[in-house]
């Protein structure tokens, strides 16, 4: 079965930082770019960070460059969004997706 | 900043035609944007319906159909059904990244 699991997800404190790490199976992962997008309460989707299947092409959104990181490893088909110096505003439902397939989200909420 | 514009909202009949857009702010979508579309009815994650303008994911019926109409990438959904009732996204693919529109709620009635 083609499948993304993300997980990470959790309450943390505005400055503090978070980890997320997307399982993917039932597909040759390192044939996709892949992405986080998420989903503030409510809300619409926003594309957050996007990576080519060699790691060589990286992009963020303006609202988290140069506070979030994303990274691959195509050996253990995963993919990892390492938030730093987090927000209010970034609280939301964070999916891991390439562009057939998406994951069920990992909830990140940003509060003292 | 470019801004990805969808219609807010759009009604359809069930059995009929609707055609969703997806434009830019300034100026043309063209394939070079490769947009693709997505489903999400509430609660659930995301479906990807279409990608590259016009390629249908696996398992997408084949009324869903993507397509460049004047200026816009469209979606457009042939004899609509109750469960077609969902939020429907674009997203185009820009240099430096990718841009959702804000969206549109179809509702089928």
């Known amino acids: 079965e083609v499948q993304l699991v993300e997980s990470g997800g959790g309450l943390v404190q505005p400055g503090r930082s978070l980890r997320l790490s997307c399982a993917a199976s039932?597909?040759?992962?390192?044939?996709?770019?892949m992405h986080w997008v998420r989903q503030a309460p409510g809300k619409g989707l926003e594309w957050v960070s996007g990576?080519?299947?060699?790691?060589?092409?990286?992009g963020y959104a303006d609202s988290v460059k140069g506070r979030f990181t994303i990274s691959r490893d195509n050996a253990k088909n995963s993919l990892y969004l390492q938030m730093n110096s987090l927000r209010a505003e970034d609280t939301a439902l964070y999916y891991c997706?390439?562009?057939?397939?998406w994951g069920q989200g990992t909830l990140v909420t940003v509060s003292s | 900043q470019t801004v990805v514009t969808q219609e807010p909202s759009f009604s359809v009949s069930p059995g009929g035609t609707v055609t969703l857009t997806c434009g830019l702010s300034s100026g043309s979508v063209s394939t070079s944007y490769y947009p693709s579309w997505y489903q999400q009815t509430p609660g659930q994650a995301p479906r990807t319906l279409i990608y590259s303008t016009n390629t249908r994911s696996s398992g997408v019926p084949d009324r869903f159909s993507g397509s460049i109409l004047g200026n816009k990438a469209a979606l457009t959904i042939t004899g609509a059904q109750a469960d077609d009732e969902s939020d429907y996204y674009c997203v185009l693919y820009m240099g430096s990244g990718m841009v959702f529109g804000g969206g549109t709620k179809l509702t089928v009635l």
């Open positions: 997706a390439n562009r057939v397939v």
């Open positions: 990576i080519s299947w060699n790691s060589g092409s990286i």
């Open positions: 039932g597909f040759t992962f390192d044939d996709y770019a």
